[in-house]
Nanobody, 115 residues
Framework: QVQLVESGGGLVQDGGPLRLSCAAS??????MGWFRRAPGKAREFVAG????????DYANSVKGRFTISSDNAKNTVYLQMNNLKAEDTALYYC??????????WGQGTQVTVSS
């Protein structure tokens, strides 16, 4: 059974850092990523990692501030978030895709940035 378990969310001050973790179990995935949903807004892509190509992708709003990385031995993906802003406040979800479709989702971890 596939499970994605996020951790690391919390309350942080404006400009501060936070690191999210997502541990996958049940299988490995070629694509893993992070999405977020802010109050009253649609879910949006934040960052993604492609294992076979070793490439990363980011939403324009987080480029230069967020970094996605992977520990293949632990089947875990991380999201290092620096210089957090109030508009980054959201429920952050880990996602995994065997191929081109985000098929599996975690339960989410809340990130709140206070000004």
């Amino acid at each position: 059974q596939v499970q994605l378990v996020e951790s690391g969310g919390g309350l942080v001050q404006d400009g501060g850092p936070l690191r999210l973790s997502c541990a996958a179990s049940g299988r490995t995935f070629n694509n893993m990523g992070w999405f977020r949903r802010a109050p009253g807004k649609a879910r949006e892509f934040v960052a993604g990692f492609n294992r076979s190509r070793g490439t990363t992708d980011y939403a324009n709003s987080v480029k230069g501030r967020f970094t996605i990385s992977s520990d293949n031995a632990k089947n875990t993906v991380y999201l290092q978030m620096n210089n957090l802003k109030a508009e980054d406040t959201a429920l952050y979800y880990c996602a995994a895709a065997p191929a081109d479709t985000w098929q599996y989702w975690g339960q989410g971890t809340q990130v709140t940035v206070s000004s």
